[in-house]
């Protein structure tokens, strides 16, 4: 099992860290700077609306926009902190509670594979 | 997966926030209910909506160039049903679309239908199959987030092309273009989330295998991995 786990784990960051390899970089476009790599796909949707429709303006506007790209990331960040403390909470006390119980001696728990 | 805010026109707007409005009714109440009657239930919900927080906030690189990131709803809808994700989904888009400008109030019922609803129903679904196949949990539990993912970033690329049909080839060229861009891209990215759903749930049979037998569409059957 831990084997295993081992594996998903370095299959996920295999996953992640190879387009960073793979990607070749964009062409510089028409006007000299080069297209961005690794945009997001929501702004390349973005982009994709309005070439198709390209009098379509939007008729609502967020309520609150982060003041720079460094105030989002924080604010991901934060997001992904959030879940993380409680995953980890979660497995620190089960890691906690399992270790309790081999200790108390009632049956030990032969079923850790 | 978030459409932006005012990117979709009104009437399609009002009209997916009255499809996913039930829903979110429908989960609330079968969440509370759930955890009125196994209150120790909590902690794992408290994991999974916190699965789905971390997965959503990690935008990964894709092999198209441009970077998207998993949605985490899969787990939580295996665990407690495919309404239980509603409003968690709710709670991060809402998250998303006030603090953050990803994503939208008037695009929050078409983003939580793409991801909320039809991810996790698609989820429940091929997990139930998958287990009355008598396939491998982890197997099941693979596809079924793997899917689920593809199938939430597929929604978003039919919502964009019913609202934004080519004005040539019309719906089909749109929903190509937009399926290109989004489900593509999602790929890798679904696979690596069924690997880390996977992950957790090999954790939870080590440490919560009681609870687990408490989960419906996990009981019944011999839970060996």
Redesign the interface.
Known sequence: ?MR??WL??A??LL??A???W??PR?AAGPDGQPSE??????????K??EE??PG?Q?????????ASGEI?SL???L??A??????GY??GS??T??KMRRQSGHECSD??? | ???????L??EHAVGWTLASAPFVVVGVRSLRCRLHEQPEQR?LL??A????????????????????HPTGVGLGALLFGPTAMVPVGLVVLL????????G???TLGANLFSMAIVGSFVAAGLFRAGRRLQLPL?VCVFAATCVADLATYVT?SLQ?AWA????VGGFAA?FA??AG??AI??I??A??EG??S???V??LL????DELKGMPLFAGRELR?
């Open positions: 099992m295993t786990n998903l784990i299959a996920v996953l992640t190879l387009p960073l793979l990607v964009p790599i690794f945009a997001g796909a929501d702004s390349v949707a973005q994709a609306i198709i429709a379509y939007p008729w609502f506007a967020p309520l609150l926009e982060p989002a604010l991901f960040a997001q992904a959030i879940g993380a403390g409680i995953i979660w497995l089960a890691v509670r399992e079923r850790a594979d | 997966m978030h459409i932006m805010e005012g990117f026109p009104v902690m408290g994991v909506a916190a699965f789905s927080f971390v997965l959503s906030a990690l935008k990964l690189p894709s092999v198209t160039g441009s970077c998207s998250f998303q679309a006030l603090l953050l400008a990803h939208g109030v008037t982890a978003t964009l934004f049909p080519d004005p749109s273009k937009f861009i989004f891209t999602q890798p990215l696979i690596s690997l880390l996977v992950l957790v090999n954790a080590r440490f919560n295998r991995a």
